[in-house]
């Protein structure tokens, strides 16, 4: 080993055995193909100079390090890769600084990394950790790669713990195995944070991913991936960082991304967008799809319906939401108080009612704002009659809230003119009672009020001149109507306020959103 490092080859104790080889079996490794943890950190810290025309590099495949590698707070120069090895111990490497560290396919009891530096890659690929992770504060200099990775919690039911933790490029998760939880409270990542045909699990009464403030300057991926099972000597799989597109390779299958436990990305900024493309979240009841005040210019929504929990987007700023109409849960499983979008672009058959029930899913109580803004997005997209239909379906709703009186009154502004919001509806109301009149006081001519001044008698002046408030056709004041056309005259002038004064509010009201 002294020399391959010296030389910058591989150090292989494998034996060619796939069997005997694999460090998750639970066959023993014996002496043979051991190698203690004092001598690795003494040729990491101390090592000795490369060859002529060599890079000094540790290199191992198929070694089994035994008692525990320790190298907090020191400083690592040579580039170190290890391949199908397994540790005794847990690693402890806090506050170490590193150029390139790579583990592929090992098996660690624990890895003990806050406050971590490297200057280019982190990699542990397909490895398995007993015991978690810890990442707090890391600094990562290039890319962060853990795809294919299975951690089992620590003792408090955390598997990753990586709050606070800068990767200056991608930290590509892919096809991860958690079953705990996925702490990156207040990380950054400078391109892209893929999880692509993950499965996150909580345990212990925490979330599966609890992620608040997190940064992302691109794209937070949380979709299917493709894969065909097979596995390079690197540890990755061919498919690896493909996305979900619909179109699959042959021999492949698609791989959902799955949660099951709580997700919480509140306060989250991220750069090009959240796509949740075929995702699955299996919530308990009391558990939540946490959304709140989200800063993205797209957001994906076209997971499958949770059967369970909730989906918050209090708060949010979105520009674009991309949307089914199968994925949003029914009433009481959705809240959006306060969302702010300015495009809608379903995917799919996505009619207005299904969008109504939508809006009304989210609020069990009547509020105006979700409607007003579903209107004012759908006004701004030449939608305008669906436009007036939303608000007129939020006129519904709040009549709904409002006293026997009022409620009356709501009902006969939304049966004569729809709060004004159908402004055909009253033209032919008024044509009709028009009619009416002008036919009933054809045939009961009043009498005038003085027979030597009048106009000439026309009933159909007449009638819409009681019709029509305030506009004076010159008709009414010189007829005394009796009896049943006194009445009439009376139906008339009632009707013609109430009419009038829905179609003037409505139209204000039309203005004013205007």
């Given at each position: 080993m002294w020399q391959a490092f010296r030389n910058g080859s591989t150090y292989?104790?494998?034996?060619?055995?796939?069997?005997?080889?694999?460090?998750?079996?639970?066959?023993?490794?014996?002496?043979?193909?051991?190698?203690?943890?004092?001598?690795?950190?003494?040729?990491?810290?101390?090592?000795?100079?490369?060859?002529?025309?060599?890079?000094?590099?540790?290199?191992?495949?198929?070694?089994?390090?035994?008692?525990?590698?320790?190298?907090a707070g020191?400083?690592?120069?040579?580039?170190?890769?290890?391949?199908?090895?397994r540790f005794e111990n847990e690693v402890v490497l806090p506050e170490s600084h590193w150029t390139t560290l790579r583990m592929a396919a090992c098996a660690i009891p624990r890895l003990e990394a806050a406050r971590l530096h490297t200057e280019g890659d982190l990699h542990l690929p397909r490895c398995r950790v007993a015991q978690g992770i810890r990442l707090t504060d890391a600094q990562i200099g290039t890319d962060l790669l853990i795809s294919q990775i299975e951690v089992r919690p620590d003792r408090i039911g955390v598997a990753i713990a990586a709050d606070g933790m800068c990767v200056a490029q991608d930290l590509q998760a892919e096809q991860i195995e958690t079953y705990g939880e996925v702490s990156l409270r207040g990380a950054k990542v400078g391109v892209s944070l893929s999880l692509r045909g993950s499965r996150l699990r909580s345990a212990r009464d925490r979330r599966a991913l609890n992620a608040p403030r997190l940064t992302v300057?691109?794209?937070?991926?949380?979709?299917?991936?493709?894969?065909?099972?097979?596995?390079?000597?690197?540890?990755?799989t061919p498919p690896y960082g493909v996305a979900y597109d619909g179109t699959p390779a042959r021999g492949t299958r698609l791989r959902p991304f799955e949660c099951r436990g709580g997700v919480r990305l509140d306060d989250g900024r991220f750069g090009d967008a959240v796509d949740l493309d075929g995702a699955r979240f299996f919530l308990a009841p009391t558990e939540e799809l946490s959304l709140r005040r989200i800063v993205?210019?797209?957001?994906?929504?076209?997971?499958?319906?949770?059967?369970?929990?909730?989906?918050?987007?209090?708060?949010?700023?979105?520009v674009t939401l991309v949307d089914m109409s199968t994925s949003w849960p029914g009433p009481g499983g959705l809240a959006m108080g306060g969302l702010v979008?300015?495009?809608?672009?379903?995917?799919?058959?996505?009619?207005?009612?299904?969008?109504?029930?939508?809006?009304?899913?989210?609020?069990?109580?009547?509020?105006?704002?979700?409607?007003?803004?579903?209107?004012?997005?759908?006004?701004a997209g030449g939608e305008d009659a669906d436009a007036r239909e939303v608000l007129l379906a939020k006129q519904r709703r709040r009549r709904e809230t409002l006293p026997l009186a009022a409620k009356l009154w709501g009902y006969l502004q939304d049966w004569t003119v729809a709060y004004g919001y159908r402004p055909g509806r009253a033209a032919l109301w008024m044509a009709v009672l028009w009619g009416a009149g002008t036919i009933g006081f054809s045939r009961y001519a009043p009498p005038p009020?003085?027979?030597?001044?009048?106009?000439?008698?026309?009933?159909?002046?007449?009638?819409?001149?009681?019709?029509?408030?305030?506009?004076?056709?010159?008709?009414?004041?010189?007829?005394r109507p009796e009896g049943v056309g006194q009445w009439a005259a009376a139906a008339l002038i009632v009707l013609g306020w109430i009419l009038a004064t829905t179609v003037a509010t409505g139209t204000s009201r039309l203005l004013r959103r205007d």
């Amino acid at each position: 080993m002294w020399q391959a490092f010296r030389n910058g080859s591989t150090y292989d104790l494998s034996t060619s055995d796939p069997l005997l080889d694999d460090p998750f079996s639970d066959i023993p490794w014996g002496t043979d193909r051991s190698v203690r943890a004092r001598v690795m950190a003494l040729l990491l810290l101390s090592g000795p100079p490369a060859l002529p025309g060599r890079v000094a590099a540790l290199k191992l495949r198929g070694v089994q390090i035994t008692g525990t590698l320790n190298l907090a707070g020191g400083t690592i120069a040579p580039y170190v890769e290890l391949n199908h090895c397994r540790f005794e111990n847990e690693v402890v490497l806090p506050e170490s600084h590193w150029t390139t560290l790579r583990m592929a396919a090992c098996a660690i009891p624990r890895l003990e990394a806050a406050r971590l530096h490297t200057e280019g890659d982190l990699h542990l690929p397909r490895c398995r950790v007993a015991q978690g992770i810890r990442l707090t504060d890391a600094q990562i200099g290039t890319d962060l790669l853990i795809s294919q990775i299975e951690v089992r919690p620590d003792r408090i039911g955390v598997a990753i713990a990586a709050d606070g933790m800068c990767v200056a490029q991608d930290l590509q998760a892919e096809q991860i195995e958690t079953y705990g939880e996925v702490s990156l409270r207040g990380a950054k990542v400078g391109v892209s944070l893929s999880l692509r045909g993950s499965r996150l699990r909580s345990a212990r009464d925490r979330r599966a991913l609890n992620a608040p403030r997190l940064t992302v300057e691109r794209t937070l991926h949380m979709t299917g991936a493709w894969t065909s099972g097979e596995v390079e000597e690197d540890g990755s799989t061919p498919p690896y960082g493909v996305a979900y597109d619909g179109t699959p390779a042959r021999g492949t299958r698609l791989r959902p991304f799955e949660c099951r436990g709580g997700v919480r990305l509140d306060d989250g900024r991220f750069g090009d967008a959240v796509d949740l493309d075929g995702a699955r979240f299996f919530l308990a009841p009391t558990e939540e799809l946490s959304l709140r005040r989200i800063v993205t210019p797209e957001l994906r929504f076209k997971c499958e319906r949770a059967e369970e929990g909730r989906v918050v987007l209090s708060g949010a700023k979105i520009v674009t939401l991309v949307d089914m109409s199968t994925s949003w849960p029914g009433p009481g499983g959705l809240a959006m108080g306060g969302l702010v979008y300015e495009n809608l672009v379903p995917f799919g058959h996505f009619p207005l009612d299904r969008r109504l029930e939508w809006v009304a899913a989210a609020t069990p109580e009547y509020a105006p704002e979700p409607y007003e803004r579903l209107a004012q997005v759908l006004r701004a997209g030449g939608e305008d009659a669906d436009a007036r239909e939303v608000l007129l379906a939020k006129q519904r709703r709040r009549r709904e809230t409002l006293p026997l009186a009022a409620k009356l009154w709501g009902y006969l502004q939304d049966w004569t003119v729809a709060y004004g919001y159908r402004p055909g509806r009253a033209a032919l109301w008024m044509a009709v009672l028009w009619g009416a009149g002008t036919i009933g006081f054809s045939r009961y001519a009043p009498p005038p009020m003085q027979s030597a001044q009048h106009p000439q008698w026309n009933p159909a002046l007449y009638a819409l001149d009681l019709l029509v408030p305030v506009v004076n056709l010159g008709q009414d004041g010189y007829w005394r109507p009796e009896g049943v056309g006194q009445w009439a005259a009376a139906a008339l002038i009632v009707l013609g306020w109430i009419l009038a004064t829905t179609v003037a509010t409505g139209t204000s009201r039309l203005l004013r959103r205007d």
